[in-house]
């Protein structure tokens, strides 16, 4: 139990904190990304249903791949979370758990 002080410091330290506060924003931003992906397809559909029923094919409207793109779109976002969080956020962790392991 004596690198019990040492993680409570690391935990309080200004650079897990700012790690935490970068974790927080992606997320938040991504998040907002998303939202506004999903629900600016509904409010499409709300304001300019004339737009997507529009015919592109002989059995589809625009409507259809506009959808499949939202869809796409959240694959997107999440495979930026996926590849910030491996490439910086778990380096970064690992490298203070490592100090607050040697503390």
């Known amino acids: 139990m004596s690198s019990q002080p040492h993680r409570r410091a690391l935990l309080e330290s200004a650079e897990f904190r700012h790690l935490v506060g970068r ?14 992906l999903y629900y600016g397809y509904i409010l ?4 300019n249903r004339a ?3 529009r015919r592109i094919g002989d059995a589809t409207t ?8 939202v869809i796409a779109g959240a694959w997107v976002l999440t495979a930026v979370y996926v590849v ?18 040697r503390d």
């Not at 938040?28 to 990304?33: D, F, H, K, Y």
């Not at 956020?89 to 392991?101: G, K, M, T, V």
């Open 51 to 53: 737009l997507l029923s």
């Open 84 to 101: 910030w969080a491996n490439r910086y956020y778990d380096a970064e962790a690992a490298r203070l758990r490592a100090r607050a392991e």
């Open 44 to 47: 499409l559909i709300a304001t």
């Open 62 to 69: 625009l409507g259809i791949p506009l959808g499949a793109a």
């Open 23 to 36: 974790r927080w924003r992606m997320s938040l931003v991504l998040s907002a990304l998303l939202f506004a």
